[in-house]
């Protein structure tokens, strides 16, 4: 079976919580993709992270090669197509031990844009925090998300 290159840049950066959804995802790299922002956004069970387009921003994001049941496992969490869907980028991903950068064809999860700004909850905060930390990404692009979502609150 064929594996693709699935790209994370919140909950599933968590490495206990991927091995538990994905047993046979495998971190191939890192990469950022250019142009876009993390934000919170969400619905009446919670407010979750996506990214949107804004020039000049980038997201720290972790690549893992994915089966086609590791898939379909991404599609049941990320509430797909209802709630996310998936938009193809090519990235180019800088290998966890080799070091060196290859463009891969990647997809990722974008929440359906009318979602409305909202704020986390701790718990899924941390866990995104958490996988911020296993990957040595500066935590200021979650706390800045964190942030934006907490204006529109007021």
Known sequence: MKKRY????????????????CPSARIIGTSEIPDYELIFKGSKTGSYLTIEPKK???????AWEVSAEDEQ???RYEGFPTFYYKKEMLLPIKGIRSGKI???N???YIMHEDRVLG????FYMQTCL????????????LHEAYDRSREVER
């Open 102 to 104: 290859r463009p891969r």
């Open 119 to 122: 704020v986390p909850s701790n």
């Open 6 to 21: 699935y790209i994370a840049y919140g909950s599933n950066l968590n490495i206990r919580q991927m091995r538990m959804r």
């Open 73 to 75: 496992a991404l599609d």
């Open 106 to 108: 990647t997809f990722v």
């Open 56 to 62: 000049g921003s980038w997201v720290p994001v972790a």
């Open 130 to 141: 958490s996988g911020y930390k296993s990957f040595g990404f500066d935590p200021k692009f």
